[in-house]
């Protein structure tokens, strides 16, 4: 086990480990406002432009293994720090290079650098926090909404004023900054002179336990859940007769609702554990928010982002802890959060892009809004299923 020498020092971490999280969301989620001005420049259809969140969410499936990897090699703060200054690069290269194969280059090489980032985040939190992980997911995941909820609303206002390259590019911002605290961050010290990193080795692989592939569903479920109102929220209230900007709106109501959720419901968890029972809660918010959609008016679109980002909020702290509860060691906590985060984002990758293509057959959300009721109902049986007594 290991401690953060002094408060200071301690209030670092933590605040290195919230711009980390910070950047783990705006290159995706700045994508949605943006999906109609970029389909029309670009002249591309529903199904092309939503391969803009599906490809990042494929790389994050495929290649969050290779966080095991990375930190067994070189470490988690040097990963962390290279893998950043691939956010950084990319990102703003889309504003500089606005072709359709550069956008889809970029996802592909900042859904990599997610994909690692993740897992070694949550090992992280394991090795320095032990005994306060779910705070600290908390700010984990409260980085990540603040991100998202950043850039679904912000792209907006610099597409207005300077295009929808500059919406995405101004984003990168965020991880030079990140950067810079993260090379300057104090480095935690081991308790014992005697005492290894990690004095837990891993004992089986998590792919041989059937709960770690309960958990695997549950993860891919909630993030397809997430990534596909993240991307199809702003189209689907556009459909209902909101403006462009007014649909960015409605985004940002969700993912702030959302961050709310994110720092607030991981407090809780202390006081009420029962992972099962706050799967519950949370889902029957995101299923009002999804009823409104189907059978309301516009005037219920405001309701129903505020509903679903409830959800969204509670949902991902518990599947980043879910982990965490089994496991005793931060190399542990990182095999499973990588196998639970690479299967569970290659079941979601596809979601935004099945969309796409079903809206491009159909004209219309109805088949879509009946998925998102679908992914609450895996939900909670993969929950349940992890809560069982066996």
């Known amino acids: 086990m290991r401690e953060i020498g002094t408060r200071p020092a301690l209030t670092g971490v933590i605040f290195a480990i919230l711009l980390v999280a910070l950047n783990l969301r705006p290159a995706i989620s700045s994508i949605g406002p943006m999906l109609e001005p970029i389909r029309t420049d670009l002249e591309l259809t529903n199904g092309q432009v939503s391969l803009l969140t599906a490809v990042p969410v494929l790389c994050m499936g495929l290649f969050a293994p290779f966080a095991i990897v990375f930190n067994r090699r070189f470490g988690l703060k040097r990963s962390i720090g290279f893998l950043l200054a691939i956010i950084g690069v990319f990102t703003l290269g889309r504003g500089f290079w606005p072709s359709y194969f550069n956008l889809l280059l970029s996802s592909f090489f900042i859904g990599i650098a997610i994909a690692i980032i993740g897992p070694m985040l949550s090992a992280m939190i394991k090795r320095d926090f032990p005994t306060r992980t779910a705070s600290l997911i908390g700010v984990y995941s409260f980085g990540m909404g603040l991100g998202a909820t950043l850039a679904a609303g912000l792209t907006s206002v610099v597409y207005a004023a300077s295009g929808w390259p500059a919406g995405l590019a101004v984003w990168s911002g965020l991880a030079i900054a990140a950067l810079i605290v993260w090379l300057r961050m104090p480095e935690a010290?081991?308790?014992?002179?005697?005492m290894p990193e990690d004095p837990l080795?891993?004992?089986?692989?998590?792919?041989?336990?059937?709960?770690?592939?309960?958990?695997?569903?549950f993860f891919g479920?909630?993030?397809a859940f997430f990534f596909s109102m993240l991307t199809w929220l702003a189209p689907i209230a556009i459909d209902k007769g909101l403006s462009v900007l007014s649909a960015g709106a409605v985004v940002t109501v969700m993912t702030a609702v959302q961050i709310v959720c994110n720092i607030s419901i991981p407090l809780l968890f202390s006081r009420y554990p029962n992972r099962f029972l706050w799967v519950l809660a949370v889902l029957a918010f995101g299923t009002g928010g999804i009823l409104l959609l189907m059978f309301a008016g516009t005037w219920a679109v405001w309701i129903a982002a505020a509903l679903i980002g409830v959800a969204l909020g509670g949902l991902f702290p518990i599947a980043l802890l879910l982990p965490l509860d089994a496991t005793d060691s931060a190399?542990?906590?990182?095999?499973?959060?990588?196998?639970t985060q690479s299967g569970g984002y290659l079941i979601s990758a596809f979601m935004p892009f099945i969309i796409g293509v079903v809206y491009d057959q159909t004209g219309n959300h109805d088949i879509t809004l009946w998925m998102f009721l679908a992914f609450v109902m895996l939900m909670i049986l993969f929950a349940y299923l992890l809560h069982r007594k066996p």
Not at 189 to 194: E, I, L, N, P, S
Not at 201 to 209: D, F, G, L, Q, Y
């Open 201 to 217: 080795p891993i004992t089986e692989s998590p792919w041989k336990n059937v709960k770690a592939w309960y958990m695997l569903l």
């Open 221 to 223: 479920f909630q993030s």
């Open 331 to 339: 190399d542990e906590a990182n095999s499973w959060a990588a196998m």
């Open 189 to 194: 010290k081991t308790k014992t002179q005697a």
